[in-house]
């Protein structure tokens, strides 16, 4: 089977194109490069330039640096007055120190506008890292299903460890030979039980207490 043979890149020649849509692309492709280069040429070497193009369809475009005027008028004169140029001069640096001027306002503006950001950043990671760890000390209507769960688990077993250790506590009371002592001693042992009673835990009082 032969295989298909390429031409290879091949060269554009260089003459006037017939159709007319490809006339008008091929201008506004063209021109555009055309400015773009003269923009590149006026900010790496400084120097001052006017083009004035016409498209196939008798229309005026041009591009001039610092302005078309000034470059045009400089041109037809070829002899300008030390006062149009000083005061042409004078214009031109007002007008970059007023670009300086914004652009160091624009990037302080700018570099602000980063630390906010970051800082907003910081701040969110510190209210999570507080959340995720005291989670239990916030709202308890914010609170999810599994967080409420953990809450009631957290709390039975804290009433457990309350209770184990108050009925410790009065065990190890009522074997200390005070707690047989008569008079305000014993007052007191009663005193102990009535509220061990409000709390919701059994006690005798005239004997041993008993635990589970």
């Known amino acids: 089977m032969a295989r298909k043979t390429s ?24 021109r555009s490069g055309l400015f773009k280069k003269a923009s590149e040429l006026c900010t790496l070497c400084g120097v001052e330039i006017v083009i ?3 498209s196939p369809g008798h229309k005026v475009f041009s591009f001039g640096h610092p302005n078309v005027e000034s470059i045009i008028n400089r041109f037809l004169t070829r002899n300008p007055t030390s006062s149009s140029s000083t005061t042409c001069q004078l214009v031109e640096a007002h007008r970059n120190a007023n670009v300086r001027e914004l652009n160091t306002q624009l990037t302080g503006i700018l ?7 970051k800082r907003e950043v910081e701040i969110e990671k510190i209210k999570k890292a507080k959340i995720g760890k005291n989670w239990w000390e916030g709202p308890v ?16 077993d804290l009433k457990k460890n309350v209770t184990k250790q108050m009925q410790k506590i009065i065990f190890e009371a009522s ?5 047989f002592l008569g008079g305000s001693s014993s007052n007191r042992g009663q005193v102990d039980a009535k509220n061990i009673k ?13 635990f589970p």
Request: charged share 25%.
């Open 7 to 30: 031409k290879g890149r091949q060269k554009i020649q260089m003459t006037k194109m017939s159709k007319e849509s490809n006339l008008l692309v091929t201008f506004s492709k063209r």
């Open 52 to 54: 004035i193009v016409f």
């Open 111 to 117: 570099n602000q506008l980063e630390f906010e950001k």
């Open 141 to 156: 209507n914010e609170l999810g299903l599994g967080e409420l769960e953990q809450l009631k688990l957290g709390m039975e």
């Open 175 to 179: 074997n200390t030979p005070a707690f």
């Open 198 to 210: 409000g709390l919701g835990l059994s006690m005798a009082t005239n004997g041993p207490t008993s």
